[in-house]
């Protein structure tokens, strides 16, 4: 869905994933600025908005998600995967109950198929599941934000800020009194620094949880089961996983940052040197400069110096080997 806002001075689009809302408002950097320092929204009306209604719904939800929800407290926030059988992440569900319906967002092109499992998945459980995105659009404030979240709006308070489901129609005017604006950009960047993985950037078809550091974040491991269980509790119990995943400090004299895909190898083997994993997120950062998330094999020492690409990368340890 486009914005509305893309069509504010200035505003240019962002395009892949998060196409339909604004990539940044002319500077990169200051809209970064902006938001670590509590002030401004972003626009991410781009993303999908499901609800579960009815009375049993937490109950419901416990027997499909990975996170325990049963009493889960109207207005607390949670994060929530849904695995394939194979316990391969599927879908990322960010979630909040209002006391009479859980409200999640989730990555823009995910929601009717989420909707969809949901669907198939109700039997006799007093539940409705709705797409709410033509009604509802996501707005981020960041932590630290002052600005009030209007009549209408469902609340989901975490500690990087507040993810509000604002009305549609209420988002220019609410964009207009609560700006600056940031665009995903700053959004992103931000992301990165923080660690956090996102579905279908840090995920492939086959990544699992301990991969991405979401085991006590997005997973719990004392509640009943759901589907893709058992892998989560043999890696958890018996392995370790064959991946994980860091953060990059990037050589800041390359012009050009290694895009998502790009392979992550030893810098002692070179550029033609064998491949070790690959470059998820990139981002320009206005303190830490060129910086990264990518998926490395679980053997690479947290020590080694690597080349993302041809550009020369030092590791910081997200989950540990």
Not at 80 to 89: D, E, Q, R
Request: contains cysteine; hydrophobic residues 40%; charged residues 20%.
């Amino acid at each position: 869905m486009k914005s509305p806002l893309l069509s504010l001075p200035g505003a240019v689009p962002a395009e892949g994933r998060d196409e339909g809302v604004a990539a940044h408002y002319g500077d990169l950097f200051r809209e970064q600025r902006t938001l670590a320092d509590g002030s401004g929204l972003v626009d991410l009306s781009h993303r999908g908005v499901v609800t579960v209604s009815g009375s049993d719904r937490l109950a419901w939800l416990h027997l499909l998600i990975t996170q325990h929800v049963t009493d889960l407290a109207p207005g607390r926030a949670t994060e929530a995967l849904i695995l394939s059988a194979n316990g391969h992440i599927e879908h990322a569900l960010y979630l909040v109950d209002d006391g009479e319906t859980v409200w999640m967002h989730v990555e823009p092109g995910t929601r009717q198929d989420l909707v969809a499992y949901l669907e198939s998945m109700k039997f006799f459980y007093r539940v409705e599941v709705a797409d709410r995105t033509e009604d509802f659009a996501v707005v981020h404030l960041p932590a630290g934000s002052i600005a009030e979240p209007p009549a209408g709006a469902v609340v989901r308070e975490t500690p990087y800020g507040r993810d509000l489901f604002l009305p549609r129609p209420d988002l220019e005017s609410y964009a207009a009194e609560h700006g600056p604006l940031a665009g995903v950009l700053a959004y992103e960047a931000l992301r990165v620094e923080a660690h956090r993985p996102r579905l279908g950037f840090e995920t492939d078809h086959r990544t699992i949880p301990h991969e991405l550091g979401l085991i006590g974040v997005a997973v719990h491991l004392q509640k009943g089961c759901y589907r893709g269980q058992e892998t989560v509790a043999r890696v958890h119990n018996l392995g370790k996983p064959p991946r994980r995943l860091v953060f990059l400090h990037l050589d800041g004299s390359e012009v050009h940052l290694p895009g998502p895909g790009t392979p992550v190898r030893l810098a002692s083997d070179g550029p033609e040197g064998r491949q070790l994993g690959f470059v998820t997120t990139s981002a320009r950062h206005y303190e830490l400069g060129p910086i990264a998330l990518a998926l490395v094999k679980r053997n690479v020492a947290v020590d080694a110096e690597l080349l993302a690409g041809d550009t020369a990368a030092a590791q910081e340890t997200v989950v540990e080997p």
